[in-house]
């Protein structure tokens, strides 16, 4: 325990080191929101994957795969795809737009720019949405934490997820952008090599990846079906369709986004790219298997399955070395808390104390109240991460759709659409969140579910999707067209990118 527990405070030192060099080289709000749009493609694409990935890939995805065998596989092909897509299609648009959109900081800060709204009520609204699902999301990481240090550690469950939101809230408080995005590649590289290593020697004590395999179909055959659930089913379209789902969400996630922004040139998107889907696939390639290969290894099953990472690295590995695995959760948790904390913190910041109490602010202004911002929403989510009982997959998805649903076809279509208007974007933003807020609340209503026919049981940020893009286009249509100088950038960002 002794090691163990000297490897997570060696690790913790070098996060806060990282903070405080970033700290001496934070100026302004730029430089603390988005590191002066100064990174290169290795930090911007390992940020976006260990900021996008959370401890849910450590602890939710090897969880489900150990439930859902070979389904899980589903999931993870979803989430492939949506990575790729996003920075093909997003990156490099989202990189010059919200550049020439009077260098837009914040996506609430882009919208508004982008449809040059002067009354602030697209940028407030915005910025409402990422408040609220912002809380749940970090929320989601602050559990896996306490799981963490509850199960490794034995500490008190409340205790432990103090503990992991003090580490949290200290470096993002000091270094923003800069320290959150370095932490994050040294946090990713940690994270790919654990659900690399962990499933290697696993299946290697078992006897290979053919005996592994074995031993689940003696388990349950059923595990090594992606076209059956584990009772023998056949999988149902609504199934499928919500498991493929959680890779539309990609393209509103702000966390995420703020990496395509903050790289220092289109010209390394490609390369970026390249490296996020590669780490990506990896990354959940391995989280599956580690599912697979605890069916086999563990004799009995576990009461909650998202431990199964930490019970697999304590029987498999010497303490020094289950140590440095054991610190890829919380590096999985902090590399996404941290950015949802300083993407809250600049909402607050740029897109309520700014443009709504103090248009004039200093710069030294918007970084000190960026900072307050983070231990305000960092207490709100710790309350909200108290209840034991918690799934990190199920507060991952909440949020995750909510995000999508509300500013993926907002953010796509601004992007792809000269024609669409500020109306359109209000539209599709609120018709898109609150369609997944009714969605979730509606699932377990027995009249909704006997009406639907079976498809209330769909992701609700399916719906929320399709819905969010319909409300874009028809209100656009209806309302007058865009101004001549919103259009006029729509072509030079246009220009820009073509040549």
């Given at each position: 325990m002794f090691t163990v527990t000297l490897t997570f405070l060696l690790y913790l030192a070098l996060m806060l080191?990282?903070?405080?060099?970033?700290?001496?080289?934070?100026?302004?709000?730029?430089?603390?929101?988005?590191?002066?749009?100064?990174?290169?493609?290795?930090?911007?694409?390992?940020?976006a994957g260990a900021s996008d990935m959370s401890g849910w890939l450590l602890m939710g995805l090897p969880g489900y795969a150990m439930s859902a065998g070979f389904g899980a596989f589903w999931l993870a092909g979803g989430l492939l795809v949506g990575t790729w897509l996003n920075w093909l299609l997003v990156a490099q648009?989202?990189?010059?737009?919200?550049?020439?959109?009077?260098?837009?900081?914040?996506?609430?800060?882009?919208?508004?720019?982008?449809?040059?709204d002067k009354s602030h009520s697209l940028r407030v609204i915005s910025a409402i949405f990422v408040l609220v699902f912002f809380l749940f999301y970090t929320s989601s990481g602050l559990v896996a934490g306490g799981k963490l240090f509850e199960t490794v550690f034995g500490f008190d469950y409340t205790l432990a997820v103090l503990i992991g939101a003090a580490a949290v809230i200290s470096y993002t408080l000091f270094g923003g952008f800069l320290a959150v995005s370095w932490t994050d590649v040294v946090q990713g590289l940690l994270m790919v090599s654990a659900l690399i290593l962990v499933p290697l020697i696993?299946?290697?004590?078992?006897?290979?990846?053919?005996?592994?395999?074995?031993?689940?179909?003696?388990?349950?055959?059923?595990?090594?079906?992606?076209?059956?659930?584990?009772?023998?089913?056949?999988?149902?379209?609504v199934g499928?369709?919500?498991l493929l789902g959680w890779g539309l969400g990609y393209f509103g996630q702000p966390h995420?986004?703020?990496?395509?922004?903050?790289?220092?040139?289109?010209?390394?998107?490609?390369?970026?790219?390249?490296?996020?889907?590669?780490?990506?696939?990896?990354?959940?390639?391995?989280?599956?298997?580690?599912?697979?290969?605890a069916i086999a290894y563990l004799d009995q099953g576990l009461g909650d399955n998202e431990t199964v990472f930490m019970v697999m690295v304590d029987a498999l590995f010497h303490p020094a070395i289950a140590g440095i695995l054991l610190a890829a959760i919380l590096a999985a948790v902090m590399s996404t808390a941290d950015s949802q904390l300083l993407v809250s913190s600049s909402a607050l910041a740029e897109d309520f104390y700014k443009a709504l109490f103090n248009k004039d602010a200093s710069q030294q202004q918007l970084v000190r109240v960026g900072r307050i911002a983070v231990v305000v929403i960092a207490v709100i989510a710790t309350l909200l991460a108290m209840d034991k009982d918690s799934k990190v997959l199920d507060l991952v998805s909440y949020?995750?759709?909510?995000?999508?649903?509300?500013?993926?076809?907002?953010?796509i279509l601004s992007l792809f659409w000269e024609r669409m208007t500020k109306a359109g974007?209000?539209?599709?933003?609120i018709t898109g969140g609150l369609t997944v807020v009714i969605w979730k609340q509606l699932a377990g209503n027995s009249a909704w579910q006997a009406w639907s026919g079976g498809w209330s049981e769909l992701y609700e940020i399916i719906p929320g999707i399709l819905l969010a893009f319909a409300a874009i286009i028809i209100v656009s249509l209806l309302s007058p067209t865009p101004a001549e100088s919103t259009r006029q950038r729509f072509r030079e960002v246009e220009a820009e990118l073509a040549g």
């Open positions: 080191a990282i903070g405080l060099v970033s700290y001496r080289r934070t100026n302004d709000l730029s430089d603390y929101v988005l590191g002066g749009r100064n990174l290169g493609p290795v930090p911007s694409a390992l940020s648009r989202l990189r010059v737009y919200s550049q020439r959109a009077d260098d837009a900081l914040t996506l609430p800060a882009f919208f508004e720019k982008r449809f040059e696993a299946m290697g004590e078992i006897g290979g990846i053919g005996n592994t395999f074995d031993a689940v179909r003696t388990e349950n055959p059923e595990l090594l079906n992606m076209f059956t659930d584990v009772d023998g089913n056949t999988i149902t379209l499928t369709l919500s995420i986004l703020a990496r395509f922004k903050g790289i220092k040139s289109q010209d390394h998107v490609p390369t970026a790219r390249r490296i996020a889907v590669v780490w990506s696939g990896l990354s959940m390639a391995g989280a599956c298997l580690i599912g697979l290969s949020a995750w759709a909510g995000f999508g649903a509300a500013f993926g076809p907002a953010l974007a209000m539209a599709g933003i």
